[in-house]
């Protein structure tokens, strides 16, 4: 992914990127890929990303061969209209949006601890249903049907593009359009990097 400095991510703020918008895009070096849901985990050895696919999936094989792999994550977005700007005829039409790229190791997690995988993605979003209910007879089937893998997380690429190659007072106007259209997660994302350029802050 092309980030020019102005776009660029801290990696703290990738993380926090990652753990908010975490149905991801798994892509192996064969360009199979699988939409999924991957949970953020540090350990020991560093970060990882944890996941599973179907057994029957292709990328199993990618997995257990230990290859490296992409993980694609992308947030919120929006058209951005020349006319949003004092000089419509001295701009064109972009993109805001935000997201994150990961590069790193897959390996496949082993069978005694796929259940724990499993468990710790499924408490992240539950509140009122539990793996733990079900009989060992019922989640020993479904587990079988599944392979859980970790991507060791190796390098981390983040754009955030919010304009910030514009003057601070054209982002502010472009914001208070896409509020008006409707668009509140770009804009309110828009000014509060207006407010951290303005303190001083020019992460």
Not at 2 to 31: C, H, I, M, W
Request: some cysteine; overall charge neutral.
């Amino acid at each position: 992914m092309y980030v020019p400095p102005a776009f660029q991510f801290s990696k703290a703020e990738a993380l926090t990127f990652v753990e908010a918008n975490d149905f991801g895009v798994l892509v192996t070096r064969d360009l199979t890929m699988s939409y999924i849901p991957m949970l953020l985990k540090k350990t020991a050895n560093g970060l990882v990303l944890c996941g599973h696919i179907s057994a029957r999936n292709p990328q199993v094989e990618a997995i257990r061969a230990g290859k490296t792999a992409k993980v694609l994550f992308a947030g919120p977005h929006a058209y951005i209209s020349p006319t949003m700007y004092t000089e419509p005829l001295r701009n064109v039409p972009t993109w805001n949006y935000q997201a994150v790229e990961i590069l790193g190791t897959l390996k496949a997690t082993a069978p005694e601890n796929t259940l724990a995988s499993m468990t710790a993605q499924v408490e992240k979003y539950e509140t009122e249903w539990a793996i733990g209910d079900l009989s060992e007879k019922y989640v020993a089937g479904n587990l079988r049907g599944i392979l859980a893998f970790e991507l060791s997380v190796d390098e981390i690429i983040g754009k955030n593009k919010m304009s910030q190659n514009k003057p601070q007072g054209e982002r502010s106007r472009v914001a208070d359009q896409l509020g008006a259209d409707g668009q509140d997660v770009i804009a309110a994302l828009m000014r509060k990097l207006n407010h951290k350029v303005s303190n001083g802050d020019q992460t």
